[in-house]
């Protein structure tokens, strides 16, 4: 129930292309759904964020698509460039704790 | 600057040897957590505070402890550190109890021979 399950594992995608990263959680109680990112070497920083009660929020070329009923969310990356080579974690939360999913690795081909 | 410290960033010890990895964050955020990152499980909770005195579990608390003695410290201790919990460690700290946007130290890899 407390589990945010994340995919694919990894992912490569050419540059300009759209790279599309999947959630899905079963517990009802969640109530708020980041995403972070990650470089090597450094510390996940977030990126973009949902409530549940909005079906898409957008922040340039990051967009999440939240689907309530079928408790799914999604990360796509549009116009995906080689700087976007990270990985990426979704997440959600449930009163005081944050739940991550276990992480995309993203390669976008130059 | 805004930051979460972390210390050390890289330690290599043996079985059974007592060590404290320390965080300490200068935006005066209520809310502090430890995770680990282990390859293909992502980033698993450890312990979390909401405010001094107050601390509490995570998914993966065994083998750890922690104390929150001040606003701004958040130490995790190994009090008899196992090969199993060779891992990547990550404080975190946000200024809301229900936390919003986490703020990651730099991690602390460890590695217990």
């Known amino acids: 129930q407390q589990q945010v399950k994340q995919s694919p594992q990894s992912l490569i995608v050419q540059k300009g292309g759209i790279s599309i990263i999947n959630c899905a959680y079963e517990?009802?109680?969640?109530?708020?759904f980041p995403w972070y990112q990650q470089f090597p070497g450094k510390g996940p920083a977030l990126l973009i964020a949902?409530?549940?009660?909005?079906s898409e929020k957008k922040e340039g070329r990051f967009t999440i698509s939240f689907n309530k009923s079928a408790k799914q969310f999604s990360l796509h990356i549009m116009d995906s460039q080689p700087g976007d080579s990270a990985t990426y974690f979704c997440a959600a939360r449930s009163r005081s704790k944050i739940i991550f999913g276990k992480g995309t690795r993203l390669h976008i081909l130059p | 600057e805004a930051q979460v410290t972390q210390n050390p960033r890289y330690l290599i010890t043996v079985t059974g040897k007592k060590l404290t990895v320390t965080c300490s964050q200068n935006m005066n955020h209520e809310y502090m957590s430890w995770y680990r990152q282990d390859p293909g499980l992502g980033l698993r909770q450890i312990y979390y505070?909401?405010?001094?005195?107050?601390?509490d579990k995570g998914d993966v608390p065994e083998g750890y402890k922690v104390s929150r003695k001040e606003k701004r410290n958040f130490p995790l201790i190994l009090e008899s550190p196992s090969p199993n919990q060779t891992s990547l460690y990550f404080c975190?700290?946000?200024?809301?109890?229900?936390?919003?946007?986490?703020?990651f130290g730099e991690g602390s890899r460890l590695t217990v021979l």
């Open positions: 975190a700290s946000s200024p809301r109890t229900d936390p919003g946007e986490l703020f």
């Open positions: 517990n009802t109680a969640f109530d708020y």
């Open positions: 949902i409530r549940p009660d909005v």
């Open positions: 505070s909401m405010n001094v005195e107050v601390t």
